[in-house]
């Protein structure tokens, strides 16, 4: 049981990273437009992720099937 908690944990890693990899120069333009500052925007990408990152358990099914349905 703990080898298949441990496999999952690594997919939901590997998804993450790759939507962060995808997602983090848009995040970081979204974040200059806000406060006008590239080092600023780029602390809060790194926050957002990492506060992503923690809830992404929960985030992942949702952005998964919002993918597969198409736009709303």
């Known amino acids: 049981m703990a080898k298949g908690r441990r496999v999952g944990e690594a997919a939901r890693e590997r998804e993450f990273r790759e939507f962060a990899e995808a ?18 925007a ?5 926050t957002t992720l990492m506060k992503l990152y923690a809830a992404w358990g929960r985030f992942a099914g949702t952005a998964t099937s919002r993918r597969t349905r198409g736009p709303s």
């Open 23 to 40: 997602r983090q120069r848009q995040l970081r333009r979204s974040a200059y437009l806000l406060c006008g500052d590239w080092h600023e």
């Open 42 to 46: 780029q602390d809060l990408t790194q």
